[in-house]
């Protein structure tokens, strides 16, 4: 039979165009909101780092209503470190909706999150957003799009996929660009008429694949995920499998259901096929698990994640200032907490290492780990993490590296450090064209040739640069690239940083930190212009004497210190330094903080 009451429906898009805003509007006209009622903007971005930095990192879950119709809607991420969200994600949907800004046209990560959709025989509603922006290019937008459908070799039906023109900021929608829209309705009614009701069995054994997991600290695990066959009840008795691992099995019972309606979860004693759901009760259930109903084990083909490409280590903090800042310091807290995210997070992959202190940790890009970093420190971790690597594969004797498609949009004069940094950097120029006044640039670039470039680039191109990475696939090795041609300035002893010795280390190079600021041996307070460490007593004062010349005592001017944020620091350090992290700080340290040691090492090629 036909659920004719609902559609189940994704939004897809690259990064920052309007898929969060769209969904806001699509609440407030869905009548999820009371008509007093004060509403965020970008409601759906719940999390404190989605709201500060405006970007979707995990994927949420709503709906409206539309006359007699529910429409789930999935919100996804834009960013290509958060695929493996948006990949699950497209398994519970039976249409999406694809966001193209009107002015930037098809994005990388757009070709990125449409293949997935089209690998899924998903049908798709082309919504054209931002029509109102004053540089939009409508009627190229349109031919982008078609040219990206016949590149990624979409059948005759999703070619001939309808075009909805929106301003999600305004809340209009229409067919014809020509016609300004009045509200959304054109985009309600396009997704009730095309996306056609799912054809479900609901009298068939209850089946359900898990595409998601929440956690709440009173009924614990939440499996998420939309019911494919049958239906549920409350304490229906219930069995997990694993399509990827078979001999994943185990009992358990379902202590309660919630529908989602709008931004809330509303319980239900019963569920059945179409449905997207929230299921509390089977306590070691996890991202790709099938619960079916006991007796009749069936697991669902669950899609194959990206392996991840960059790595970090995470270890317990051993620099004088351990236990001083967090609320959770020891091992047994940093294994707990990485485990717990690896079960949300299926892109994220945690390894024990030979020291019981150390943690190897696998995402999809610098952006993903620190994500994980800033979300455990603001949750009371104190760590340290070592500088990120590349995930390298060998096959038949060749030594394959992770390859990103870089693509940038620059003004036209400052094309000339972007050359001059890809030239460094190994990159290879796949196209050039004229977007407006300005000049879009895609290059083939080794992933490890992209740390440390973004604030540069930001730099370069006075902050008027759009930068964007999307993952290309696995070449063979480019060669060696020098990752970073400064040397650092390295504290001289544990203590408190004063002017005298500030002023005298500044002719060093540039600091990272002002007076009064407390510091060890072996942190690092700065970066030097040469290609090697230099050590700074940043802690000594002036001798007092019986003498006085003229002008001895004047003020001593300090060039104010550079103060980086979480990935500049990620980016800045070698293989031998770590970054420490704590809920206040965030410090650069030597691997060996003792400066005997370091340089005994190093003598020994061992750093």
């Not at 991202?287 to 109903?293: E, K, L, N, P, V």
């Not at 790595?311 to 001083?324: C, I, L, N, R, Y």
């Not at 620091?569 to 965030?586: G, Q, S, Y």
């Given at each position: 039979m036909k659920r004719t009451d609902i559609r189940n429906v994704a939004i897809i898009a690259h990064v920052d165009h309007g898929k969060t805003t769209l969904v806001n509007e699509m609440l407030k006209q869905g009548g999820i909101f009371r008509d007093n009622q004060e509403v965020l903007d970008r409601v759906m971005d719940s999390g404190d780092l989605e709201r500060e930095r405006g970007i979707t990192i995990l994927a949420k879950n709503t709906s409206v209503f539309y006359k007699g119709t529910k429409i789930n809607i999935v919100d996804t991420p834009g960013h290509a470190d958060f695929g493996g969200e948006v990949e699950r994600v497209l398994k519970m949907v039976n249409g999406v909706l694809v966001l193209v800004d009107a002015c930037e046209g098809p994005m990388p990560q757009t070709r990125f999150v449409m293949e997935k959709a089209l690998e899924l025989n998903h049908k798709l509603i082309i919504v054209v957003n931002k029509i109102d922006r004053p540089d939009a290019r409508l009627s190229e937008v349109q031919d982008e799009i078609l040219e990206l459908l016949f590149d990624l070799n979409a059948s005759d039906e999703q070619v001939d996929s309808p075009i909805i023109?929106?301003?999600?900021?305004?809340?209009?929608?229409?067919?014809?660009?020509?016609?300004?829209?009045?509200?959304?309705?054109?985009?309600?009614?396009?997704?009730?008429?095309?996306?056609?009701?799912?054809?479900?069995?609901?009298?068939?054994?209850?089946?359900?694949?898990?595409?998601?997991?929440?956690?709440?600290?009173?009924?614990?695990?939440?499996?998420?995920?939309?019911?494919?066959?049958?239906?549920?009840?409350?304490?229906?008795?219930?069995?997990?499998?694993?399509?990827?691992?078979?001999?994943?099995?185990?009992?358990?019972?379902?202590?309660?259901?919630?529908?989602?309606?709008?931004?809330?979860?509303?319980?239900?004693?019963?569920?059945?096929?179409?449905?997207?759901?929230?299921?509390?009760?089977?306590?070691?259930?996890?991202?790709?698990?099938?619960?079916?109903?006991?007796?009749?084990?069936?697991?669902?083909?669950?899609?194959?994640?990206?392996?991840?490409?960059?790595?970090?280590?995470?270890?317990?903090?051993?620099?004088?200032?351990?236990?001083?800042?967090?609320?959770?310091?020891?091992?047994?807290?940093?294994?707990?907490?990485?485990?717990?995210?690896?079960?949300?997070?299926?892109?994220?992959?945690?390894?024990?290492?030979?020291?019981?202190?150390?943690?190897?940790?696998?995402?999809?890009?610098?952006?993903?780990?620190?994500?994980?970093?800033?979300?455990?420190?603001?949750?009371?971790?104190?760590?340290?993490?070592?500088?990120?690597?590349?995930?390298?594969?060998?096959?038949?004797?060749?030594?394959?590296?992770?390859?990103?498609?870089?693509?940038?949009?620059?003004?036209?004069?400052?094309?000339?450090?972007?050359f001059s940094a890809m030239g460094v950097r190994k990159g290879e120029l796949l196209q050039m064209e004229n977007v407006g006044s300005r000049i879009r640039l895609e290059f083939k670039i080794p992933a490890r040739g992209l740390f440390g470039y973004k604030s540069q680039f930001l730099t370069e191109t006075r902050g008027e640069g759009v930068f964007n990475t999307v993952f290309y696939g696995y070449?063979?090795?480019?060669?060696?690239?020098?990752?970073?041609?400064?040397?650092?300035?390295?504290?001289?002893?544990?203590?408190?940083?004063?002017?005298?010795?500030?002023?005298?280390?500044?002719?060093?190079?540039?600091?990272?930190?002002?007076?009064?600021?407390?510091?060890?041996?072996?942190?690092?307070?700065?970066?030097?212009?040469?290609?090697?460490?230099i050590v700074v007593n940043v802690c000594k004062k002036k001798h007092l004497t019986n003498t006085r010349a003229s002008g001895s005592d004047d003020a001593l001017r300090l060039e104010t210190p550079k103060l980086m944020s979480l990935e500049e620091a990620m980016e800045f350090i070698k293989d031998d330094e770590m970054l420490e992290v704590t809920p206040k700080n965030i410090r650069i340290r030597k691997r060996t903080l003792n400066t005997e040691q370091r340089l005994k090492r190093k003598a020994r090629g061992l750093e």
């Amino acid at each position: 039979m036909k659920r004719t009451d609902i559609r189940n429906v994704a939004i897809i898009a690259h990064v920052d165009h309007g898929k969060t805003t769209l969904v806001n509007e699509m609440l407030k006209q869905g009548g999820i909101f009371r008509d007093n009622q004060e509403v965020l903007d970008r409601v759906m971005d719940s999390g404190d780092l989605e709201r500060e930095r405006g970007i979707t990192i995990l994927a949420k879950n709503t709906s409206v209503f539309y006359k007699g119709t529910k429409i789930n809607i999935v919100d996804t991420p834009g960013h290509a470190d958060f695929g493996g969200e948006v990949e699950r994600v497209l398994k519970m949907v039976n249409g999406v909706l694809v966001l193209v800004d009107a002015c930037e046209g098809p994005m990388p990560q757009t070709r990125f999150v449409m293949e997935k959709a089209l690998e899924l025989n998903h049908k798709l509603i082309i919504v054209v957003n931002k029509i109102d922006r004053p540089d939009a290019r409508l009627s190229e937008v349109q031919d982008e799009i078609l040219e990206l459908l016949f590149d990624l070799n979409a059948s005759d039906e999703q070619v001939d996929s309808p075009i909805i023109f929106c301003s999600g900021r305004a809340g209009t929608a229409t067919e014809d660009y020509n016609k300004p829209g009045k509200d959304l309705t054109p985009l309600f009614d396009k997704i009730v008429s095309y996306f056609e009701p799912q054809e479900v069995d609901e009298e068939g054994p209850f089946q359900m694949l898990v595409s998601s997991i929440d956690h709440n600290e009173y009924v614990g695990r939440i499996a998420i995920g939309r019911i494919e066959r049958g239906q549920t009840h409350v304490n229906q008795e219930v069995e997990t499998c694993n399509f990827n691992a078979k001999d994943k099995k185990a009992r358990g019972k379902v202590i309660s259901i919630y529908q989602i309606e709008g931004l809330e979860r509303v319980q239900t004693e019963s569920a059945k096929a179409g449905d997207i759901v929230c299921i509390s009760g089977l306590e070691n259930i996890t991202i790709g698990d099938t619960i079916c109903a006991f007796g009749a084990p069936e697991p669902v083909p669950f899609v194959k994640i990206s392996e991840p490409t960059v790595e970090m280590t995470f270890s317990v903090k051993d620099s004088p200032f351990a236990g001083k800042e967090g609320k959770f310091v020891t091992t047994r807290h940093l294994h707990d907490r990485l485990f717990k995210e690896m079960l949300k997070d299926v892109s994220l992959t945690v390894e024990s290492t030979d020291s019981a202190d150390s943690y190897r940790v696998l995402g999809r890009g610098e952006m993903h780990l620190s994500i994980l970093i800033e979300t455990m420190r603001r949750a009371g971790y104190e760590f340290q993490v070592s500088a990120p690597k590349v995930l390298y594969k060998e096959e038949n004797g060749v030594l394959l590296e992770p390859m990103e498609k870089l693509v940038v949009d620059v003004p036209e004069d400052k094309t000339g450090p972007i050359f001059s940094a890809m030239g460094v950097r190994k990159g290879e120029l796949l196209q050039m064209e004229n977007v407006g006044s300005r000049i879009r640039l895609e290059f083939k670039i080794p992933a490890r040739g992209l740390f440390g470039y973004k604030s540069q680039f930001l730099t370069e191109t006075r902050g008027e640069g759009v930068f964007n990475t999307v993952f290309y696939g696995y070449e063979e090795f480019k060669g060696e690239i020098e990752r970073r041609n400064t040397g650092s300035l390295v504290a001289f002893e544990n203590g408190e940083a004063v002017t005298y010795g500030l002023f005298n280390a500044q002719g060093r190079g540039q600091l990272f930190i002002g007076a009064g600021v407390n510091v060890y041996e072996g942190m690092i307070v700065g970066v030097s212009p040469k290609n090697e460490d230099i050590v700074v007593n940043v802690c000594k004062k002036k001798h007092l004497t019986n003498t006085r010349a003229s002008g001895s005592d004047d003020a001593l001017r300090l060039e104010t210190p550079k103060l980086m944020s979480l990935e500049e620091a990620m980016e800045f350090i070698k293989d031998d330094e770590m970054l420490e992290v704590t809920p206040k700080n965030i410090r650069i340290r030597k691997r060996t903080l003792n400066t005997e040691q370091r340089l005994k090492r190093k003598a020994r090629g061992l750093e």
